[in-house]
């Protein structure tokens, strides 16, 4: 998603799971509260992309993180909730091997 036009340049040594976490903080900051898909959404998926970035996440949670992001596109009242799925939509679906590969982490270790 480029936004309002801004690019961002990063080499092959940055997780995406924490670039999609970083987007997601900054939505949970700026929501105005006005409506509970983006006021409670937002902050349920960043709980959910830090336990997956942190390697404490299961298959489940992924699941949960990629339903949740669907309710919180289809149901938020502005732009803002609506998008601020859209950052785990483009790294699951480019790097969705770099998800799979923290979970399967938790799955080894526990
Ligand atoms: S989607 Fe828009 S109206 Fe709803 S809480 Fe977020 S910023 Fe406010």
Known sequence: M????????????????DVARFFMEFCMDESCGKCI???VGTVQ?????????EGKASFADLKLLEELCDM???????GLGQS??????S???YFRDEYLALIKQTAISS
């Open 84 to 89: 601020a799925p859209n950052p785990v939509f």
């Open 72 to 78: 919180v596109k289809h149901t938020s009242l502005c």
């Open 45 to 53: 998926l960043y709980k959910l992309l830090t336990k997956i970035s």
């Open 37 to 39: 898909p983006c006021r």
């Open 2 to 17: 480029m936004g309002s036009g801004g690019m961002i340049v990063m080499d092959e040594s940055t997780n995406m799971v």
């Open 91 to 93: 790294t699951l679906r």
